[in-house]
């Protein structure tokens, strides 16, 4: 039986006034007191500097073009199309500061499509 593996895609957003602060407040408040956090929000920092907030599927919800994560605000997608596969699970949010600027992706595991499931 093989494994299935989680895919990660990187979306297109738009970055919000609302959306920076939210960040940057949750990254002050991290660095005061790691336990701060919201149950579902894990941040971690590289040595570089580079910001990571991962957003478990207890702590977003998904709506038409947008993902709003608890305790942060809302991610604006660029693209209008659906963010997960219908029936995918273990959904993460990931948002990344980079040099470049901020990166949005999505992880999760998309659903298993077996011969029986099939319409004949």
């Known amino acids: 039986m093989s494994h299935t593996k989680s895919r990660e ?9 609302e959306l920076l602060q939210g ?7 991290w660095k005061r007191d790691p336990s701060s956090l919201r149950k579902g929000l894990n941040c971690t920092e590289s040595h570089a500097g580079e910001f ?20 942060v605000g809302a991610v604006e997608l660029a693209d209008e ?5 219908e029936g995918a699970h273990s959904k993460t949010l990931i948002l990344r500061s980079t040099a470049e600027g901020w ?12 011969e029986r499931d099939l319409p004949h």
């Open 9 to 17: 895609v990187v979306l297109d957003i738009k970055m919000t006034d």
């Open 23 to 29: 960040l940057a407040k949750l990254r002050e408040s």
């Open 52 to 71: 990571v907030l991962v957003a478990a599927e207890s702590a977003f919800v998904t709506l038409p073009g947008a993902c709003v994560i608890a305790g």
């Open 81 to 85: 199309g659906p963010v997960f596969a």
């Open 103 to 114: 990166r949005f992706s999505v992880k999760f595991v998309a659903p298993i499509v077996r």
